[in-house]
C-alpha cells in the first residue's frame, strides 16, 4: 500500500539553527499538507500546498517557516530559526482531490 | 470557523465490552468528519470517515462511527474491545475536500484485559 514518508524521524538541533524536514508524498496526490503536535496537545495545521504554491496556512506558520517541492517526489518544511517551543512532532500528509488525507509516521523534532 | 470536542482525556474499558469515544463538532456547513488513529510513536492512521448518506459509517479493525446531525456528534464505536485498540483517537472535520483538517485534543483509550 502507498505510503507517506517523512525523514528523519527523529531531529535534534539547537536554539536558532536552520532545519528541513522532509517527506515523499504518496505518488498520484496533488495536496500536500503539514501539521505540527507538541506534546500532549491537538494536532494543528500548518500549512498546505497545491499546484506549487501555498494555498492555506495558519498563524502559526510565521516567517521562519517556508515549505518547498524542489522536485516531483519531495516536500520540505524548513525553519529557518528554531526556538525552544518548536520542538514538536510534524506530521506530512497528502491527499488526491477530495479524497482522503494519508499521514507519514512524522518528525520529532527537539530542540536544545 | 471549524472546531472539535473530544470531551473525554481517557476512556477506559475491559476487553470484550463496548467502546464509545465521544466527538462532537461545529461548523458552518456540511462537515466532513474524519476518525483517525495514533499508536506509540507512529503517526496518524485513517479509521474512517463520513461525506455522506448513511449516517452510520464502517471503517477499520470493526471501529463504526455514527453521524447525527441534530446533535452535532460523530461517536466512535466497536462491540467489543480487544488490548490493541489501545492508542490516542482522534477526530477531525474539514468543510470540503481539500480543505485543512481541524483536530480535537485526543482521546486516550486504555482496554484493559
Known amino acids: 500500500e502507498p505510503e507517506v514518508t517523512q525523514t528523519p524521524s527523529h531531529q535534534v538541533t539547537q536554539m536558532g539553527q536552520e532545519v528541513i524536514l522532509r517527506c515523499v508524498p504518496i505518488s498520484n496526490h496533488l495536496y500536500f499538507y503539514w501539521y505540527r503536535q507538541i506534546l500532549g496537545q491537538k494536532v494543528e495545521f500548518l500549512v498546505s500546498?497545491?499546484?506549487?504554491?501555498?494555498?492555506?496556512k495558519s498563524e502559526i506558520f510565521d516567517d521562519q517557516f517556508s515549505v518547498e517541492r524542489p522536485d516531483g517526489s519531495n516536500f520540505t518544511l524548513k525553519i529557518r530559526s528554531t526556538k525552544l517551543e518548536d520542538s514538536a512532532m510534524y506530521f506530512c500528509?497528502?491527499?488526491?482531490?477530495?479524497?482522503?488525507?494519508?499521514f507519514g509516521s512524522g518528525t520529532q523534532l527537539s530542540v536544545l | 470557523a471549524q472546531s472539535v470536542a473530544q470531551p473525554e482525556d481517557q476512556v477506559n474499558v475491559a476487553e470484550g465490552n463496548p467502546l464509545t469515544v465521544k466527538c462532537t463538532y461545529s461548523v458552518s456547513g456540511n462537515p466532513y468528519l474524519f476518525w483517525y488513529v495514533q499508536y506509540p510513536n507512529r503517526g496518524l492512521q485513517f479509521l474512517l470517515k463520513?461525506?455522506?448518506?448513511?449516517?452510520l459509517v464502517k471503517g477499520s479493525y470493526g471501529f463504526e462511527a455514527e453521524f447525527n446531525k441534530s446533535q452535532t456528534s460523530f461517536h466512535l464505536k466497536k462491540p467489543s474491545a480487544l488490548v490493541s485498540d489501545s492508542a490516542l483517537y482522534f477526530c477531525?472535520?474539514?468543510?470540503?475536500?481539500?480543505?485543512?483538517?481541524?483536530f480535537g485534543k485526543g482521546t486516550r483509550l486504555s482496554v484493559i484485559a
Open positions: 463520513y461525506i455522506t448518506g448513511d449516517n
Open positions: 500546498f497545491y499546484n506549487n504554491e501555498i494555498s492555506e
Open positions: 500528509a497528502s491527499s488526491e482531490a477530495s479524497r482522503d488525507t494519508f
Open positions: 477531525a472535520v474539514r468543510l470540503s475536500g481539500n480543505t485543512p483538517l481541524v
